[in-house]
């Protein structure tokens, strides 16, 4: 099973930009879907973004416009810009394959200050 890494977390101002990305430990065309998720103190974990492998995406609504999730296949990458970021953004972002079977990440933390 691949594996895979998120990175690029940290700590902006509401308002901000933040680029996540997800490395894959091989060949991330063997996922055919791929999702970020994020889970804030004290909420469950929330599917906030999807890519399948022949590029199709779909958002949570409260990310919709604001985040863009993007692969590629040659860096085997799946990356999520997210902009105009909020406060109530902050959370851990995991990627996953899609759907996920179980198997997290340490995940990525992202802090929005007010």
């Known amino acids: 099973q691949v594996q895979l890494m998120e990175s690029g977390g940290g700590l902006v101002q509401a308002g901000g930009s933040l680029r996540l990305s997800c490395v894959a430990g091989g060949n991330i065309n063997e996922m055919i879907a791929i999702a970020w998720y994020r889970q804030a103190p004290g909420k469950q974990r929330e599917l906030v973004a999807t890519?399948?492998?022949?590029?199709?995406?779909t958002y949570a609504d409260p990310v919709k416009g604001r985040f863009t999730i993007s692969r590629d296949n040659i860096a085997d990458t799946v990356y999520l810009q997210m902009n105009s970021l909020k406060p109530e953004d902050t959370a851990v972002y995991y990627c996953?394959?899609?759907?996920?079977?179980?198997?997290w990440g340490q995940g990525t933390q992202v802090t929005i200050a007010s």
């Open positions: 890519i399948t492998r022949g590029g199709s995406t």
């Open positions: 996953s394959k899609y759907p996920n079977l179980g198997t």
